[in-house]
């Protein structure tokens, strides 16, 4: 492949410089450009997504190979719906940016193959970003955006957890997923009730027209020593509720009474919630920090909004988190991460175009540089 005879540090170069970012981890495809002015916030140009779950509610999930499939379709388009909306051209691009991981392995080649192709296509580099790490750095993005250091409650997929952040790749974990994460006890409990997929989102829909405190379910870990989060319990208590539920009405748990499964949805949104709220309580008062953020998709529901914005308001601490549009998987993340990473100076953009992808990947196997 060609290569730059050097790496382009650009965080050394006295002008402006455009990031371009694609994210194709799973079942959405982005594509975003952000433009970076010395030492100030890099600025959001443009962003396009395309979502695929109309494609997957068919299945139930997400279909890998479709997934894949569909971003080689989108991330073209996409590209060009980005330049067109912020005025620029590809000669305007000076890094490529992609997420190298984690994520579905075929998704991921997607968008790393088209990123580095375009920058063995126009002599720029590329580099290649943690998708957590995007979501953590999302809230820059938005018209609040934090200062360091600041406690992270990072809800997204599979992904539940707390760390210190002091600054850019400058993570500690304080607690993390023991068995399955927070977006997973809403999409699994979802399915068990039958609403199909994407399952959190209407979980949270019909919670608001629900009694959260209907039926008692566990709130596990909440009482631990530690700070890690377990949800695996907290599903098999939901199926459990639901069955005798059914037995009662002697139907279906599909075919339960609409109040019935709004009681059990917002129930079970209550217990999630009450234990980010009060594990991210306890990281803040064991950090003495002042700061929170909240990043990734369950980042948006509004129950979990209210509640941390009530509590921590009462202990004298902000709470950040990226706009609503940005809490999915977004390609403004990936620019927005790879540009503060460069900004910062602790990693070089690189001119090689050889690459690979890590669909396992923990965000604290990164920290200073991405090897």
């Known amino acids: 492949m060609r290569a730059l005879d050097h790496p382009l540090n650009l965080p050394t170069m006295a002008k402006d410089y455009c990031v371009l970012g694609i994210e194709s981890s799973c079942d959405e495809t982005g594509v975003a450009l952000v433009r970076v002015s010395g030492q100030d916030l890099p600025v959001l140009l443009a962003h396009a997504l395309y979502s695929q779950i109309e494609m997957h509610q068919a299945y139930g999930g997400v279909v890998p190979e479709l997934a894949s499939r569909d971003h080689i379709r989108r ?17 305007d691009v000076d ?68 760390m210190r952040v002091d600054g850019v790749g400058r993570y500690q974990i304080l607690g993390e997923t023991i068995d399955d994460a927070a977006g997973e006890a809403f999409d699994k ?13 209407a979980l949270s829909k019909l919670a608001d027209v629900g009694n959260p405190e209907a039926y008692k379910l566990p709130r596990p870990l909440l009482h631990s020593d530690n700070l890690d989060f377990s949800f695996a319990g907290l599903k098999t208590a939901v199926m459990v509720q639901a069955k005798k539920l059914a037995n009662v009405h002697g139907c279906g748990v599909e075919a339960l ?3 019935v499964l709004a009681d059990l949805a917002a129930s079970t949104q209550a217990a999630i919630v009450e234990v980010l709220v009060k594990k991210s309580l306890i990281a803040l008062k064991q950090t003495r920090l002042t700061r929170l953020v909240v990043a990734g998709g369950v980042g948006a529901n509004r129950n979990l909004r209210a509640q941390l914005n009530a509590q921590c308001a009462k202990r004298g601490v902000r709470v950040h988190y990226p706009e609503l549009h940005l809490c999915t998987d977004n390609g403004a993340m990936i620019a927005m991460a790879a540009a503060m990473r460069l900004q910062s100076g602790i990693q070089t953009a690189n001119a090689v175009y050889a690459f690979d992808v890590k669909p396992r990947w923990p965000l604290d196997a990164i920290q200073i540089a991405v090897e």
Do not use: I
Not at 189 to 201: F, R
């Open 257 to 259: 009474p609409g109040t």
């Open 189 to 201: 409990s979802a399915k068990l009730l039958g609403l199909g997929y994407p399952g959190g989102p």
């Open 75 to 91: 991330v073209l388009p996409l590209t060009q719906e980005v330049l067109h909306e912020s005025g620029k051209t590809l000669k």
């Open 95 to 162: 890094v490529v940016a992609f997420t190298r991981g984690p994520g579905l392995a075929g998704a991921l080649l997607v968008g790393a193959g088209v990123a580095c192709a375009l920058g063995a296509a126009l002599g720029k580099p590329v580099l290649g970003v943690h998708h957590l790490e995007g979501h953590l750095l999302s809230p820059f993005l938005s018209a609040d955006p934090p200062e360091f250091p600041f406690v992270a409650l990072l809800v997204s997929g599979g992904h539940t957890q707390l």
